[in-house]
């Protein structure tokens, strides 16, 4: 199947990091992305990973991904009020169709 | 990356017209895609838009329903035909960039509501 979960919710304070999930099912993936959606807004590109790579680092952002458990996680290090927001993360079964997971809602708090 | 826009940014209609949604991108690109995100939902693909031959639809999408226009790299249009209030969601196209890897960036999308 193609179902790509993540947790709904995620609250956190203020500096602190966060970690948002991400489980997938198609181990054909070439690339899996994070993508960012503010209110009213349209998705932002946030980062993704090639699936031959364990991890990639882009300023405060760290994504890992374990190709064998299909698992796939952001976190957000020093998390501020503006990263408030709804993540999706996607994968790529073929080079150009992105599969989206449900979405988690981070919500920072002072 | 490309710079996507979208008119209309959103719209009211009523049950049992249509609405064609245009989307351009300020950059030739070969693959255009049109997504629809439900409220509350993720993004779903409806189809994939390709210059020059016909729109290759998902499952449980269909071209009397959904016709899309894709005269040149520049420029598509996804009609929603025959509306019901269950249409009601953002419709948004997106491009695929190679730049180091496949990224696809996304318009800022159009807000249907049918009443």
């Known amino acids: 199947g193609e179902d790509v979960e993540q947790s709904l919710f995620l609250s956190v304070r203020e500096g602190d990091s966060s970690v948002i999930n991400c489980t997938y099912t198609?181990?054909?993936?070439?690339?899996l992305y994070w993508y960012k959606q503010e209110p009213g807004a349209g998705l932002q590109l946030l980062t993704y990973?090639?699936?031959?790579?364990d991890m990639k680092q882009d300023q405060r952002l760290t994504v890992l991904l374990n190709k064998k458990d299909k698992h796939l996680s952001l976190r957000i290090a020093d998390t501020q009020t503006g990263d408030s927001a709804i993540y999706f993360c996607?994968?790529?079964?073929?080079?150009?169709?992105?599969?989206f997971g449900t979405g988690t809602r981070l919500q920072v708090f002072p | 990356s490309a710079v996507i826009s979208q008119k209309p940014s959103r719209d009211i209609c009523q049950r049992g017209t249509s609405l064609t949604i245009q989307c351009q991108v300020d950059?030739?690109?070969?693959?255009m895609f049109w997504y629809r995100q439900q409220p509350g939902q993720s993004l779903t693909l409806i189809a994939t838009?390709?210059?020059?031959?016909?729109?290759?639809?998902e499952s449980g999408f269909v071209i009397d329903k959904f016709p899309i226009s894709r005269p040149n790299l520049t420029f598509s249009t996804l009609t929603v035909s025959n509306m019901s209030p269950e249409d009601s969601s953002i419709y948004l196209c997106?491009?695929?960039?190679?730049?180091?890897?496949?990224?696809?960036?996304f318009g800022p999308g159009t807000r249907l509501t049918v009443t």
């Open positions: 997106s491009v695929e960039e190679f730049s180091g890897g496949s990224e696809q960036y």
């Open positions: 198609d181990s054909s993936s070439t690339y």
């Open positions: 990973i090639f699936s031959n790579m």
């Open positions: 996607a994968e790529s079964p073929n080079t150009d169709k992105l599969i």
């Open positions: 950059s030739q690109v070969t693959m």
């Open positions: 838009a390709n210059q020059g031959s016909e729109a290759t639809y």
